[in-house]
């Protein structure tokens, strides 16, 4: 008697909404109209997106785009810095109730988007250009995802507006003590908790402003965000290597430590 073949692993889904209702209906369709699809799991809100999508390495994830704590946007680009490992990247399907230019983007880069209500001919769609873009082969296709959610997140980033008044000087506490720091000696700023780590020659001190807020103060032809968390000063740094598995780093002139570039700005240093 031959023997069967193995029977192919199946297409795991991770759904991320905080309304739960909506997320039974979501999973309950995608069983209805791709029987063979794993739900695999659902989370509450961004931040468990993450987690959950680290342990459960699923093929697809499915993001609501508005959610507690942290949004699908954020939570995508998050993903993004620290997925690691053998599995592909997943693919994104972000999910809206809002018709504005997050939509315009998603049309204009390959990750697909699903509008609320979701409908079942809509959603039968999304089924579709999934399958097709799993089909040939899951490891082409997760690398691809992962290359076309960063083209997708650097279409969203904030365009460049009026320049803000650049900051010259850096009042930071260290202790009790407030310096006085010359922004060109700051090698890089660091968001750690509810505060910014300002990092220079000198050692290290702290400042309650965001790096959101940070950013337009300072010249964008001197400092470059390369993460969700950290702003790079490039009059400090040194060099930029790549590991085996194509992450980048930096390396500073004047301390140790290096810093990791997330995919989604590392096309500022394809020079280096």
Known sequence: MTPSAPASTPIRALIAEDEPILAATLAATLRRLWPDLDIAGTAPNGVAAVQQALELRPDILFLDIKMPGQSGLEAAQELAERWDGARPFPQIVFVTAYDDYAVQAF????????????????????????????APAP????????????????????????????????????????????????????????????????GDALIRLSLKDLLPQLAPDQFRQISRGAIVNLRHVASASRDDAGKLTLHLRDRADTLRVSPLFAHFFRQM
């Open 107 to 134: 049309e204009q880069a390959a990750v697909d988007y699903v509008m609320k209500p979701v409908s079942d001919a809509r959603l039968a769609r999304t089924v579709e250009r999934l399958k097709a873009r799993m």
């Open 139 to 202: 490891e082409q296709a997760g690398d691809d995802g992962l290359a076309r959610l960063v083209e997708q997140m650097r279409a969203l980033l904030p365009e460049a507006g009026a320049p803000a008044e650049r900051l010259t000087v850096i009042r930071a506490a260290v202790g009790n003590i407030v310096r006085m720091i010359p922004v060109q000696d700051v090698a890089y700023f660091q968001a750690l908790d509810k505060y910014v780590t300002v990092a220079g020659a000198d």
